[in-house]
């Protein structure tokens, strides 16, 4: 029997639905003490996009369930491909609780075809921890059983058919509709060499303020992280010769003023 086209092109978009980047330290099930620093590694899975394929990444420490994985700590929010496939990190004893296979990292990964993938690592234990879990991490923990982490979110596959872009996922997402102690806002727009723009209204509609009145509760809200910027600049050293001081009455002023 001869395959289906619909077969071919299920063959053809695998590569595609693969993560790039496969974490392989801290190991599944390993134990790391916290507040100590330790090194994480990773490699080319072997499926498109290759790590060459990348630019920058984002890595965080998370905890709970592998369908709702809650963010607890950012590791690096500018880490660079070209500086190699491993980082070292510390993650304070105070960040989380302790338990059996709770933490994994995940890994924001922006390509330089555009759009970006999301890895998680498998789980792993961190020793000595002096903190609490949020009921939402105690609620996902419940759930989950064994080493192996959320699946990855490949949105670089998408942004090749045309279907997503650098701006997708929760970097998306408006600021006012998102949830949880870290919040992502977009990647800043970048300048233009001349303004074109005959539209000056504004991008956004005005917000309203209210003075506060009374002593305000304890923001919920600890850390904003922005999408990093995918473009790329050159320079050069400025060879033009400095100009000479004067010698008319602009010197005679600036001579008052020495000490």
Not at 37 to 53: C, E, H, K
Not at 171 to 179: F, I, M, S
Request: glycine residues 8%.
């Amino acid at each position: 029997m001869r395959p289906s086209n619909a077969l071919y092109l299920l063959v053809a978009c695998c590569p595609l639905a693969f993560a790039d980047v496969e974490f392989t330290v801290p190991a599944a099930g390993a134990s790391v003490a916290g507040g100590t620093a330790f090194t994480v590694t990773w490699t080319d899975s072997g499926s498109a996009p290759s790590i060459s394929d990348l630019t920058s990444y984002q890595l965080f420490l998370e905890a709970g369930s592998n369908t709702a994985p809650q963010q607890l700590y950012p590791l690096t929010t500018a880490g660079l491909f070209s500086a190699g496939n491993t980082i070292t990190v510390t993650v304070p004893k105070g960040t989380g609780g302790t338990g059996t296979n709770a933490y994994f990292l995940k890994m924001i990964s922006v390509a330089t075809a555009g759009g970006t993938v999301t890895n998680f690592s498998n789980r792993f234990t961190l020793t000595g921890m002096a903190g609490t879990f949020s009921q939402a991490v105690k609620d996902g923990l419940l759930t989950v059983s064994g080493t192996t982490g959320p699946a990855a979110v490949n949105n670089v596959a998408a942004a090749a058919a045309g279907t997503a872009n650098v701006e997708g996922g929760v970097w998306g997402t408006p600021y006012n509709l998102q949830t949880g102690p870290t919040r992502y806002a977009p990647m800043q727009p970048i300048p233009p060499t001349a303004i074109t723009a005959t539209n000056t209204s504004p991008l956004w509609p005005t917000s309203s303020v209210v003075l506060a009145s009374t002593y305000l509760p304890i923001p919920s809200v600890l850390t904003t992280q922005t999408q990093i910027q995918t473009f790329s600049v050159s320079s050069h050293a400025n060879t033009a010769a400095a100009a000479s001081q004067p010698t008319d009455d602009m010197q005679r002023f600036l001579n008052r003023w020495k000490d």
